[in-house]
Nanobody
């Protein structure tokens, strides 16, 4: 059984930074791609970033490219999302997810965390 626990969310001013962490239990983390998604109030959940099992390849949504960085530490069973130059439109609940395929589609992810709130004030 896989459990994912996000942390690191909070309130930050526009232009600031936050680093989210997602700690995973289970034995499959190091062999699985990991993704970050987010859901803003009144909107559908959307893809943010994905990283392959080795960390060699990453992919970002256009809205965060150049500002966010996804990384992982397989020895610690943890994936990170470094968020810089935050904007009010980045306000959302951020979810990490573990999947079989490293895609942008929610359906390709088997396990989800409970989410962590990120609020960016203007």
């Amino acid at each position: 059984q896989v459990q994912l626990v996000e942390s690191g969310g909070g309130l930050v001013q526009a232009g600031g930074s936050l680093r989210l962490s997602c700690a995973a239990s289970g034995r499959t983390f190091s062999r699985s791609p990991m993704g970050w998604f987010r859901q803003a109030p009144g909107k559908e959940r959307e893809f943010v970033a994905v990283i392959t099992w080795s960390g060699a390849t990453t992919y970002y949504s256009d809205s965060v490219k150049g500002r966010f960085t996804i990384s992982r530490d397989n020895a610690k069973n943890t994936v990170y999302l470094q968020m810089n130059t935050l904007k009010p439109e980045d306000t959302a609940v951020y979810y990490c997810a573990q999947g079989r395929l490293g895609t942008i589609k929610e359906d390709d992810y088997n396990y989800w965390g409970q989410g962590t709130q990120v609020t960016v004030s203007s």
